[in-house]
């Protein structure tokens, strides 16, 4: 099975394992990521305003392509993904935007929503299954892992439809199916303060310290994330209990005996 896939910027920079273990664990489990071509930066953060339409071309035209090759389009970033999939949900179900978007684009036929936008985590549930990738491990990890899900992949809820917002599982028994013990903890799912933590340096720490505490109180050996973002901010945590956090794909790709090739 072929994809397509949107990397963004930052797994081209800073997050290039997220990138490149998500490739060829791929491979490993037998479909392919195909990358779209001139894809441009999502802009990191959902356009509030209904008129910031020029905002959302970058993701229109990654969610076309995906279209126009008949394929699904994947992503792995957090951010990435909520941007795409809420402004994909616009193209489908708000007319002012789909209109005044397909005004400025250069397409055979405007773009309607027509593509489905899926996270890694979803086609390794959905389309490959847990239970299949239980099967392809080789080296069961045998640790107790807190999963770190923050706020972009799971709100708002009715249209990222990715798990349930307030007590979600995927990242959960993903880390069964690699081996892993799953720890449950309360802060699993509250925002890490990410998008103050240049300008909210304090507020930032003490919400990142919180997530460290909750998650080593409940027995969590390490974290793991999907958010480029969210690592950033997890890793500067002063906290006594601070632990290891690592890119959900460097686990899979351990697991699946891949971590030394890449």
């Known amino acids: ?25 791929a491979k490993a489990l037998g ?8 894809w441009q930066c999502c802009g990191g953060v959902y356009p509030l305003g209904t008129d910031e339409i020029a ?5 229109v035209r990654a969610l076309n392509e995906a279209k126009v090759k008949g394929q699904d389009l994947v992503t792995v970033c957090s951010a990435c993904h909520h941007v795409i999939k809420r402004t994909n949900d616009d193209m489908k179900n708000v007319e002012d935007i789909r209109t005044r978007a397909n005004n400025y684009m ?9 593509t489905t936008v899926l996270h890694y985590l979803e086609v390794l549930r959905d389309r490959v299954g847990f239970d299949v990738l239980k099967e392809k491990v ?34 959960e028994d993903f880390i069964k199916a690699i081996g892993g013990e799953p720890v449950i903890y309360p802060y699993r799912n509250e ?21 460290m505490d909750s998650a080593a109180g409940m027995g969590a050996e390490e974290l793991i994330t999907a958010c480029p973002l969210c ?26 005996g891949l971590k030394e090739e890449v």
């Open 138 to 171: 080789v080296k069961p990890l045998g640790r107790k892992i807190g999963a770190y899900y923050g706020c972009l992949l799971l709100r708002p809820s009715k249209i990222v439809q990715f798990d349930n917002p307030e007590n979600p599982t995927i990242i």
């Open 1 to 25: 099975m072929v994809y397509s896939y949107y990397p963004g910027c930052t797994l081209k920079t800073k997050a290039k394992d997220l990138d490149r273990y998500a490739k060829e664990c």
């Open 106 to 114: 250069e397409l055979e036929e405007p773009y309607a929503g027509e």
């Open 55 to 59: 905002s959302k071309l970058s993701s």
């Open 191 to 211: 925002c890490c303060g990410g998008y103050v933590s240049l300008k909210e340096k304090e507020m930032a720490g003490k919400m990142v310290d919180r997530i």
């Open 231 to 256: 690592m950033y901010n997890l890793n500067k945590s002063e906290s006594a209990n601070k632990l290891p956090v690592y890119y959900f794909t460097e686990l899979l790709a351990e697991a699946l």
């Open 31 to 38: 479909f392919e990521l195909e990358e779209i071509e001139n």
